[in-house]
């Protein structure tokens, strides 16, 4: 569906409706303000999370990893995300501006910040009260970039780290003062607060702060007692949607925070939601498209109910969907509204001249076309179920999430929801048309792997035949081992019953008993000699042959170390030649160095006597008398010569 074909213009921002947004009634105090993204933002935070690609799928789909190193990569992954949710400066140094103090500063952190832009929208709607405002955040260069947008506004700044941007400051005096306070080592003796009076509101910035640890419990709860109603200041969380900050917030209400558990689904939420980073829900752009005006009335009186919904939920991701949500890549449009990019972009209605020639051949009209040219489908004559005529099921329920389509009218917001429907389900067609045409190739992998467990079947099944049957042949053996065991020890029985049988009826044959006996005895110590003879033997054997070895050994290195001797001394004659051809050579040397310093004298004495001699030249030559001749003669005498000289 074109719906630039059916409006000519982009929507008009919509009034804000109270029974639209499911507002919870919340008084608890805690309270959190969902903050868009900027494209900026939302392309980091996808690169960010590709960067760890690897390490994700590991943690995700295997046990076999270390786990220092990935635990340590994904903690890595949530730190800069919650880096660039909050602002890109934080995380990128190249876009960094040389100053945070001049002009234009304030209005350019707005711009590449959704959450700034957020937080410059609520200081601006603070401008005719007198309030006193905490504003927690990190330390270091959060602080800083928020300082910086507070300069650019009418607000009084005071910082309670122990920095500043301007060394030197002006007195503001402003109604609005701004305590910037970091959320971590707070030190109230070094830096007291410097108002006695409560803080009317409590800003945390990021997930860093934590309200029960006890120095934020402290600014909380400043300049108020037991008595005061409330007992705490309001804290408005400031939270990027479907961030880490979001996912943050969300599971540490539901589970314990930092646990195995806890980091694995915060981790598959900002895998898996990196698409949606920074979209509102449409039932709250228009508080921010009128710059958080419909917040007035809480802020004149925070006892009311939070005028927003609560956290929105999270649903617990599978490794499945983080799996899958990796394979896809991920495209981000500047606008949240894909009619609101069209008509920001000047896209002109009808079809583009690709989409004109497409439809020349197949030229259907759909039936909202055909409905619109007679004009039934927004006049509606037969008084149609609108359900029925739109086909899309409605709720009774008003205050559901469908509540726009039960209004039996068609808004600006159901079209928009048409269309989005539209988009998600081509979406789907795509990846469905992308799952038939990778289903041979699955097929293919199914009949490889099917052969393979075949194969494996079959050789297990061979297996365990042969182990039944060498468990049989096992069995087998025993038996029949235990049945000559039995036999032997019958024998040897019958023997021994067979000798005293013997020995009982003369003496004569007990003596042969005894002899019997020996006689046995000494064969097994014969036995038991032969084997000791022939143990003794191979010992010798070996011995001899070590013996052997380690004579040639000997040997071998008596002739090593004769040779070595040799080289020895005939190394030790030639360094000693040597050493005489060079000390003759040293003596040629300096017999040769003294010929030419006494060379170099008698050339420096010569040219001390030719330089004497010179200037003595030069002085003769100076004192000579200049000649004076008369230039006509001379001329004459010259040319008359000249004339001779031709004529001869």
Known sequence: ??????????????????????????????????????????????????????????????????????MKSL????????????????????NMPKSLITKEVSAHLAETSGKFNVLKDLVNILHEYETDIALICRSGRTMNLIEALLLGNKVNIKRYDGNSLKTKQKSRNFSRTFHLFPSTDLNFKKYPILIKEQFNMVIALDSSVDTNSSGIDYIIRHGRNSTSI??????????????????????????????????????????????????????????????????????????????LPDIYPIKKYTPMDVERSLLLEVHYNQYDDSLESAFTNNKKRGFSSVDRDSQKDFDIKTFYNKKRVQNDYSTNPLKQDMSQLTGIT??????????????????????QYINEYYVDITLLNAELKDFEETKPIQEKH??????????????????????????????????????????????????????????????????????????????????????????????NKYMHNEISRAEVSIKENEEEITKIISDSDVLRNNLKNNMEKFKEKKVAVDERIADLKVSLKKSEDLKEELQAKLIRSVEKLNNLPTPRVRATNSSSTSAGRKYKSRKK
């Open 75 to 94: 903690e890595t992954m949530c730190f800069n995300s919650q880096l660039v949710a909050t602002h890109p400066f934080l995380l990128i140094d190249h």
């Open 394 to 415: 409605t709720s009774n329920n008003v205050h559901g999430i469908d509540y726009h389509l039960s209004s039996g009218i068609l808004t600006y917001k159901l079209i």
């Open 446 to 539: 199914k009949e490889y792997l099917d052969k393979d467990s075949n194969d494996v079947g079959a050789k297990l099944r061979e297996l365990n035949e042969k182990n039944s049957s060498d468990l049989e042949k096992a069995a087998k053996f025993e038996n029949e081992n235990k049945k000559l065991y039995e036999d032997i020890e019958r024998l040897e029985n019958s023997i021994e019953s067979s000798l005293e049988i013997i020995s009982s009826k003369s003496e004569t044959l007990r003596s042969m008993k005894d002899s019997f006996i020996k006689y046995h005895k000494l064969q097994e110590d014969l036995i038991d000699a032969k084997r000791m003879q022939d143990s003794k033997e191979a010992e």
């Open 230 to 307: 409330p007992e705490k200041a309001p804290v408005i969380r400031l939270i990027s949607v479907n961030t880490f900050d979001h996912c943050n917030l969300y599971f540490s209400q539901i589970m314990k925070k930092g646990s195995r558990e806890f980091l694995t689904y915060v981790t598959a939420a900002v895998v898996v939601l990196r698409d949606r980073v920074g979209v509102l829900p449409p039932d709250l752009r228009p508080v921010y498209s009128h710059k958080l005006k419909y917040l007035i009335d809480w802020l004149e009186d925070s006892s009311l109910p939070w005028p």
């Open 1 to 70: 569906m074109d719906l630039l074909k059916i409006l000519d213009t982009k929507p008009v921002p919509e009034i804000v409706n109270k029974n639209f947004l499911s507002i919870s009634g919340n008084t608890s105090g805690d309270y959190w303000l969902p903050t868009p993204m900027t494209l900026y933002q939302k392309e980091l935070t996808d690169q960010i999370v590709s960067l760890h690609y690897s390490d994700i799928l590991r943690y995700f789909e295997t046990d076999d990893f270390e786990e220092d190193v990935v």
